[in-house]
């Protein structure tokens, strides 16, 4: 088998074993992680669950670029004589599979949400609201639509009944947690989970995860918008009420079933807003250090890994993987 | 309301209707700026009839049409049923990019909504005592 296609069936196949293990040790933390995250702040909360979702994915390829691609090329020898067992392809086509599906999914998001953006321009028109940082799509419509769409430039899409019921103090809150969404790029870090694909071998693991980034990434936009303000909190959970009601009393029945479900996510936000006002924004010069340090260390780990004996080490393991079930 | 999208000469037939007011296909055809076979016409007209965009009457073997609605009331009807459609969709919260308000918002029963909002208005009368 020639070298380059040796190459990347090794690559692959130790993507794939990474992953699972990446995708273990992240299942056994998803709950307690979110868990953990209603006792910090939740910019902080969803920045680690949106890692730890990504961990997997993420970290199995830097670990396949970093470590086992330079073992590979400076260690393999070019002989086409050599073969790959079969037990290496299977697990490589796994993990070209896992890839093939994730990307497919998060193109679909994009292409959707680029028609959604389109057809809000051809629906309603582009008008500037007080306090919204660029214009707005203002569609005709009595639906509860009030969203930040796109990834690049994320315009914001409001329709006329939730103007209609919206104060001015309550619009100015609910504009100002999209625009919170919008500094965040929330949109695309929706984008990078669709990317990224599922935890292995334990599904429920991703659910819970991506669940929990959506709540604390909702909870850490109200508490932007609110910054610290007793009355603005208050603003925010009425424009939150408001805009249930209108989906409560929308009379199409599909309207019920597609947004169903989130009761709870509801109440605890209001209740959250209501109790007192959340903190604004801090500062976030612990985290700074924290990352800095944890640089420094992974630096060091990978001048250690690619010295020639951990390299030649690395390429012992590779070669089992290749020859596996030959 | 249909919630297809309309085609090009869908599109230039209803933008005749809506110029001209009811008309048989013999008034359309010269009015659509490029040769179009009679056939043609009828058919879409039919189609246009069939998706509820059209009422139609018959007089002396030719149908009349007219259009169901305003240009506007269209407008708005189509906004309406793009919305609706959107909302509908189980990608809603998923899969669509779209960080909204309404992700945590769903149907909720009305007496949970209620209590909402008082619970908003002992806050609201709270701080105005308080002066803020």
Known sequence: MPFLARFLFVSLATYSLLHLALGLMVSAIARPAVHLGERIRPRLAAGCLLALRLLPAAGAALIVAVVCVPSYLSNEPEAPTESVGYGCMLVALLGLGMWAVSIARGLRAAVSSRSFTQRCGQAGRLARLPGAPAPSYIVDSTAPLLALAGIVRPRLAISRGVLRVLTAEELAAALRHERAH???????????ILLAPGILP???STRTLESGWRKF????????????SERRSCALAAALVRVARIAADSPQPSLASSLLGDTDQLAERVDRLLRAAPPGPRIAGRTTLALGAALLMASSLVVAILQPAALYAVHRVLERLEHFVE | MTQDALGHLEMQVMEVL??????????????????????????TLDRLFKKNLL??????????????WTRQEWERKRAGDFMAAFLASPQVSGDLLISSLVDAVGQHDTALLDEFEKKIRSKRRELGRRGE
Do not use: C, I, Q
Not at chain 1, 182 to 192: G, P, Q, T, V
Not at chain 1, 217 to 228: F, K, L, P
Not at chain 2, 55 to 66: G, I, L, Q, T
């Open chain 1, 202 to 204: 334990l599904a429920a």
């Open chain 1, 217 to 228: 990434a909702e909870w850490a936009a109200d508490d932007r918008a609110v910054g610290g």
């Open chain 2, 55 to 68: 009422v139609r009457r018959k007089w002396e073997r030719a149908f009349f049409y007219a259009p169901r």
């Open chain 2, 18 to 43: 809506w110029a001209r007011g009811e008309s048989n296909v013999s008034d359309v055809v010269p009015r659509l700026g490029r040769p179009l076979a009679y056939t043609t016409v009828m058919t």
């Open chain 1, 182 to 192: 919008r500094s965040a790029h929330d949109n695309l870090k929706r984008l990078f």
